[in-house]
C-alpha cells in the first residue's frame, strides 16, 4: 500500500509500504510551482493597481487568471499521475490519501500571500480527485483519511511533537520533526506518511492474525458436524443413563 500526505514543505509526500517496511518514498517538491504562482499573481496584482479597477473585472487581467488556472489544473494532474505511478510500481493496491484541513486563517496578510494560499489549498482538492480518477483507472483503491494531528504526532510514541529546522534552528523550511517525549527524531515530511499508515493499521490490522482467524472459523466449520454427533452421543448417553 501507499500513503500520502499533501504536507508542508512539500506538495506531496508519499511511502510505499510492503508489511511494516517501508520500501519507497516520494517527494514531490511545490517550491518552483509556488515561484511561478506568485509571479503569475503579483504581475496580476500590478495590473489591478495600474488600472485601479478590481482585477476580476480587468479585461487582460481575466486572461491572466485563466492562464493562472490552468497551470494549477496541469500542476495537479501531473503529481498525481506521479503518485499513481509511484503506487503501481511498487505494487501497492491502496492509496491511502490524508483528507484536507480547514483551510488556515489568512488574517493579517497581503492580498497575493492571500490568494497564493487560497490556490495551493484548492490545488491539494484537484491533487487528491486527479489520483482517485487515475488510480480508479488502474484498479488502486484510494481511501481518505481524517488528518487530525497526523503531521504532528511522534510515530514513535504518539506525542505532540515539534518541527524545527536543524540548519537554522526557527527560520526557513522546517524538515526535522522531534518528539520532546521519548526523543524520536527524524524527517518531518515523512511523519504525515507514516502516522497515515499507523492509523490505517489500526483500523485494518495486518492481514496475519485475520487469515489465522479465518482459517480457525473454517476449521470449526469442519468440525461442527464432529460436536453435533458427540452432543448427541452425550444426549443419547444421558438418555440412556
Ligand atoms: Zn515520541
Not at 517538491?29 to 496580476?44: D, K, M, N, V, Y
Not at 493562472?68 to 495537479?76: K, M, R, V
Not at 500571500?113 to 484510494?142: C, D, H, K, P, Y
Not at 481518505?144 to 529546522?165: I, L, N
Request: hydrophobic content about 40%; glycine content about 10%; overall charge positive.
Amino acid at each position: 500500500m501507499t500513503t500520502v500526505d499533501l504536507g508542508e514543505n512539500n506538495l506531496a509526500v508519499a511511502v510505499a509500504w510492503r508489511g511494516r517496511k517501508v520500501i519507497g518514498t516520494l517527494f514531490v517538491r511545490g517550491r518552483a510551482h509556488e515561484g511561478r504562482r506568485l509571479r503569475r499573481l503579483s504581475a496580476i496584482r500590478w495590473r489591478q493597481m495600474a488600472s485601479g479597477k478590481p482585477a476580476r473585472g480587468v479585461r487582460s487581467n481575466r486572461r491572466r487568471w485563466a492562464r493562472l488556472a490552468q497551470a494549477e489544473e496541469d500542476a495537479a494532474r501531473q503529481i498525481a499521475r506521479r503518485i499513481v505511478r509511484f503506487a503501481k510500481t511498487h505494487g501497492s493496491r491502496v492509496i491511502v490519501l490524508e483528507a484536507l484541513n480547514r483551510m488556515p486563517q489568512a488574517q493579517r496578510m497581503g492580498w497575493t500571500r492571500r490568494q497564493n494560499l487560497r490556490r495551493s489549498w484548492w490545488m491539494r482538492g484537484r491533487i487528491l480527485s486527479f489520483t482517485r480518477a487515475m488510480a480508479l483507472w488502474e484498479g488502486i483503491l484510494v481511501v481518505r483519511r481524517d488528518p487530525a494531528f497526523t503531521s504532528k504526532a511522534c510515530p514513535h510514541c504518539g506525542a505532540y511533537g515539534e518541527r524545527f529546522s536543524r540548519r537554522t534552528g526557527g527560520r526557513g523550511p522546517r524538515h526535522t520533526f522531534r518528539c520532546p517525549a521519548c526523543g524520536w527524531e527524524g524527517n518531518a515530511d515523512l511523519v504525515g506518511a507514516i502516522n497515515l499508515k499507523k492509523k490505517w493499521d489500526r483500523t485494518f490490522p495486518p492481514l496475519g492474525p485475520l487469515m489465522a482467524v479465518a482459517k480457525a472459523t473454517k476449521n470449526d466449520t469442519k468440525t461442527a458436524p464432529a460436536r453435533v454427533e458427540d452432543k448427541g452421543a452425550v444426549e443419547g448417553a444421558a438418555n440412556a443413563g
